[in-house]
């Protein structure tokens, strides 16, 4: 109780004296030896309870931002998601590029006049089983019997054609036929034909013919280049099938095309007078081993294709 006092007392003094020096501070103009006496005194005082104070004023202080943090932290998360959409996009469209470039470069190489087309549907119509409908028509000079090439090689041909849209007869559809011929030689001619959900074959005419496993096709040109131009790729044999006795052989193609995915595509509007032989055809596949069973990639399309380097 005693000490309680004390304290008090001695508060009441410093109060007194502190109030004191002020005055006398105050007349004297500011300046002078006081207020530095004043400041050593008390400014270790004031300085500590800034230190205590400042801190809970700081906290109060930013709870009036919370809500513009917030709003700053919602917009940037909307514009991550923005460019999240624009990266999405960007890539469908390398996508798109990628596929025109090969396309041009097939094309350039064989000298083939192109109307380049986009599949905008995929389906069965007109009674076939395997067709897509393509964004040009009668207006963009495209006819009936037209070749459609995509950067790995045969797509399939016009089937009929409307003012702005065409449908194209898909290479896989089991009523798909078209001339070809083994790479090498103007002799081993025969046709390929869709086998829808079954395999692509190949059918060599002749006796004296033969083929292996690895060897590539190409497309043997239609009178009048209508419907299906020469040299385009088509695939190559992934197993030969035994027919004893026939005057023909028969073999199973894996197609360049990945016609479950065809994207954009030419209808060839003209070609040159002549193209060169098997200058369109992408590196030759391994063969297997054994001419009976099928190649490493048997199970793959056009994977095999050479991929362009760029525009011609």
Same mark, same amino acid.
Do not use: M
């Given at each position: 109780m005693r000490d309680n006092r004390r304290a008090r007392l001695i508060l009441a003094m410093l109060?007194?004296?502190a109030f004191t020096l002020i005055t006398l501070d105050y007349r004297s103009g500011g300046g002078g030896p006081l207020r530095s006496i004043g400041n050593a005194v008390f400014g270790p005082v004031e300085r500590a309870a800034n230190a205590v104070a400042?801190?809970?004023?700081?906290f109060f202080s930013s709870l009036g931002h919370l809500s513009s943090y917030k709003s700053e932290n919602d917009r940037l998360k909307a514009q991550n998601q923005r460019l999240l959409q624009q990266l999405h996009l960007t890539n469908a469209d390398?996508?798109?590029l990628a596929a025109a470039d090969k396309l041009l470069n097939l094309a350039g190489r064989a000298q083939f006049r192109i109307v380049a087309a986009r599949v905008v549907a995929n389906g069965s119509s007109l009674g076939f089983e395997s067709t897509a409908t @393509?964004?040009?028509?009668?207006? *963009?000079?495209?006819?009936?019997n037209q070749t459609v090439i995509d950067g790995d090689g045969l797509v399939g041909k016009t089937l009929s054609v409307g003012p702005t849209t065409s449908t194209i007869l898909l290479?896989?559809?089991p009523d798909f036929t078209a001339g070809a011929r083994l790479e090498g030689s103007g002799q081993h001619v025969g046709h390929v034909d869709g086998g829808g959900r079954n395999p692509m074959t190949f059918t060599l005419l002749g006796t004296q013919a033969t083929m292996k496993v690895g060897d590539q096709l190409v497309t043997y040109a239609s009178i009048g280049d209508r419907p299906f131009?020469?040299?385009v790729p088509i695939g190559h044999i992934v197993r030969v099938q035994p027919t004893p006795g026939q005057l023909f052989s028969s073999g @199973?193609?894996?197609?360049?095309? *990945?016609?479950g995915s065809i994207d954009i595509v030419g209808v060839v509007v003209g070609t040159?007078?002549?193209v060169k032989r098997d200058s369109l055809l992408p590196p030759s596949p391994t063969p297997s081993p054994s001419a009976g069973s099928p190649s490493p990639s048997a199970s793959s399309s056009p994977s095999g294709s050479p991929s362009p380097t760029g525009s011609p």
């Open positions: 109060l007194l004296t400042h801190p809970i004023g700081s390398k996508a798109h @393509i964004d040009v028509g009668s207006q *963009d000079g495209i006819k009936r290479g896989n559809d131009v020469p040299e @199973i193609v894996a197609p360049y095309v *990945d016609f040159p007078r002549t």
